[in-house]
């Protein structure tokens, strides 16, 4: 109550307190976050304020990218998808994904500012390099487990300078409204995402990662593997030779 005397939203402590007990309102109050204002009567604010906080939860999978994070706020009142791509347009991979209470009246600012603040809490420290990498191990592999062995995997291949050959960099370039990662891709798409064709990582980062990619990546796991894919079921099969990996092409993607 004093909060709402601070903001001059009622003019007197004590009538208002009455009023609530009198009404048995005052057992009815609900934390959050409301949208008042100065031209409302003392009856107005305390039955918004017993009706429910205006705020939602929105929930960020691992693996979005920024389009598909965008979909989520457009029930938001004054939520902008254009303006929310344009400022996070050197941030893929910083948004990070999470359930956010957020109120219904929150600016497309504001949640880009709450998405990052929570990367910074949620991660500290990482590299250009680390995140780009965790962002291919996220849209890489679906068993947590083998996100270490995954992040090493592509880590050897950089080292080796070999052509990492992910189909999520070329997802990411030909993804669109319809279908923000398709199946069906061409791997001699010319982008500088497309690690079919170029050696070394991407640009940036295409994806949004959760804490066990991250993490992954910082702390990869060494192994005789060079090889992997994951099958319909999400199991991921490992290969330590060519020969290897394409008996597993044809055991477990060409049924």
Partial sequence: MTRLVQE??????????LYLQGTGLDQKMRPGSYLLSQGQSLEQIFMSLTAGPRD????????????????RFESLDQFDKSEFLRLTATNEGKLFPDTYLVPLYATTENIVDMLLENFSTKVGEIN?????????????VRNPQDLPIIAGIIIKRLEAGWPLQIDATVQYVQGNGKDWWPKQIDTKVQSAYNTYINVGLPPTPIANPGIKAIEAT????????????????????????????NLNVDKYLND
Avoid: C, M
């Fill in 56 to 71: 939602i939860w929105v929930t960020i999978p691992e693996g979005f990218r920024r389009e598909q994070i965008a979909e």
């Fill in 8 to 17: 001059r939203l009622i003019h007197n402590y004590w009538v208002a307190k």
């Fill in 128 to 140: 250009t390099n680390q995140l780009i990498i965790a962002s291919l191990v996220e849209r890489e």
């Fill in 218 to 245: 910082k702390s990869f796991q060494k192994s005789a593997y060079w090889y992997y894919l994951s099958d319909s079921l999400g199991v991921t099969h490992f290969a330590k030779t060519l020969s290897e990996h």
